[in-house]
């Protein structure tokens, strides 16, 4: 199973609005919903920040929203913030009843 | 509120097997949840290793599927991972995490294993 496949680097303002796109098949993204996506820190364990393809977990903001269309599911965080700069990844179940995750986003705050 | 602590050596020699445990608290390890090992070699993306639930049952990723066996101990409310053959590619950071309803939230902080003589 390959890792699912992410830009990777997205950069933004304070303020603006990004999107991180993840890339996969029918046997995965494409044929079900269940994309995660976590953010991770540097040193610190990835973090839950949409689940469902669309749904966010109790305590993480608003600013984070999850999408998907086809084999390609999308995470944007609105108003970025200082606090958002870290690394982002998907994650997927697949038809062979295993997860995949994608290959990682850095995203920067200019 | 739930929390999962990875703990084992960090250090194992090249074809020895590594061995990591998940201690969960706030939890039983009985529950209608899943409990999964991922692991981030440094400066890498994460990957998937596998899961395993009360029942016995497990999934591994077919990557490690020779290699790896997951198991539960209910005594002491925790769960195992055993990578065998290991080289110095399996020197990674090991998380454990606790799903259900398809979703993984990894709670661990992470334990480091090197692979070295």
């Known amino acids: 199973q390959s890792a699912l496949t992410q830009p990777a680097s997205v950069s933004g303002s304070p303020g603006q609005s990004i999107t991180i796109s993840c890339t996969g098949a029918?046997?995965?993204?494409?044929?079900?919903?269940?994309v995660s996506w976590y953010q991770q820190h540097p040193g610190k364990a990835p973090k839950l920040v949409i689940y469902?393809?669309?749904n966010r977990p109790s305590g993480v903001s608003n600013r984070f929203s999850g999408s998907k269309s086809g084999s390609t599911a999308s995470l944007t965080i609105s108003g970025l913030q200082a606090e958002d700069e870290a690394d982002y990844y998907c994650c997927s179940y697949t038809s062979t009843t295993i997860y995949v995750f994608g290959t990682g986003t850095e995203v920067t705050v200019l | 509120q739930v929390q999962l602590q990875e703990s084992g050596p960090g250090l194992v020699k090249p074809s020895g097997t590594l061995s990591l445990t998940c201690v969960v608290s706030g939890d039983s390890i009985t529950s209608d949840n899943w409990w999964s090992w991922v692991r981030q070699p440094p400066g890498k993306r994460l990957e998937w290793i596998g899961e395993t639930y009360h029942s016995g049952i497990t999934n591994y990723n077919p990557s490690f599927k020779s290699r790896v066996t997951m198991s539960l101990d209910e005594s002491k409310n925790e769960f195992s991972l055993r990578l065998s053959s290991v080289t110095a590619a399996d020197t990674a950071v090991y998380y454990c995490?606790?799903?259900?309803?398809?979703?993984?939230?990894?709670r661990g902080q992470g334990t480091l294993v090197t692979v070295s003589s």
């Open positions: 469902g393809v669309s």
């Open positions: 029918s046997s995965d993204i494409g044929g079900y919903n269940y």
């Open positions: 995490g606790r799903g259900s309803d398809y979703v993984y939230d990894y």
